[in-house]
């Protein structure tokens, strides 16, 4: 089974500031995706951006971008201009190209200091 | 916007008791999943179905079943619970393809005692 890493249980970042969460991952296929989520207090889970392995453009979604990096296997969530309601746990998913499964990091708990 | 919808958001059950967590999904994806929550372990695999009546287990699946009758709903089911299944239980749906993303229903926080 591929495995995810994500290394930093905790961050915190200033309200304005950009952070940078990591994310590493194992794997042996070539054609995959990758999925960063949002978890509030809310407990509601939130797709935030994801990233196809085959297009090398980094993925943008408004103030989230990532830094995907194949053959480092690495894929890092950068949100710039942090907001009070960015504070979260977000969690970072690999889905290969067969299977039904996604495979989930244990999670950065992101604190917003106003 | 695609809806899952899990029946309760808090479940408080007794030691031995059956339990059933309901899972219902609006947007007819093949794929339905149960995940369980725990802090410093992420999310955990229990079951998955790819289409009605067939289901694969996943990481966990020790002291849990499932039950997908039609499309559009997932049960877990607890035999026997026990404290140690106390937990955030998270129900998720996708399409069959690749890039389609989970969407995740809020969550039951179930508590067995």
């Known amino acids: 089974a591929q495995t995810v890493t994500q290394s930093q249980p905790e961050m915190s970042v200033q309200e304005a500031e950009t952070v940078t969460l990591s994310c590493t991952y194992d794997?042996?296929?070539?054609?995959?995706?990758l999925f960063w989520y949002k978890q509030p207090p809310s407990r509601q889970m939130i797709l935030v951006i994801r990233q196809e392995a085959y297009k090398q453009q980094n993925a943008t979604e408004n103030r989230f971008s990532v830094n995907f990096q194949k053959a480092a296997k690495s894929f890092s969530l950068k949100i710039s201009d942090s907001q009070l309601g960015d504070a979260a746990m977000y969690f970072c998913a690999y889905r290969g190209n067969t299977g039904n499964q996604f495979y989930f990091g244990t999670g950065t708990s992101l604190t917003v200091i106003p | 916007d695609v809806k899952v919808t899990q029946s309760s958001r808090y479940l408080v059950k007794r030691t031995g008791e059956k339990v059933f967590l309901e899972c219902v999904q609006d947007m007819d994806h093949e794929n339905m999943f149960w995940y369980r929550q725990d802090p410093g372990l992420g999310l955990r695999l229990i079951y998955f179905s790819y289409d009605v009546k067939m289901k694969e287990k996943g990481d966990i699946p020790e002291g849990y079943s499932v039950s997908r009758e039609k499309k559009e709903r997932f049960s877990l089911i607890l035999e026997s619970a026990s404290t140690n299944q106390t937990s955030m239980y998270l129900c998720?749906?996708?399409?069959?393809?690749?890039?389609?993303?989970?969407?995740f229903g809020n969550g039951t926080r179930l508590t067995v005692t």
């Open positions: 998720a749906s996708s399409f069959w393809t690749p890039n389609s993303p989970l969407h």
């Open positions: 794997t042996s296929e070539s054609d995959y995706y």
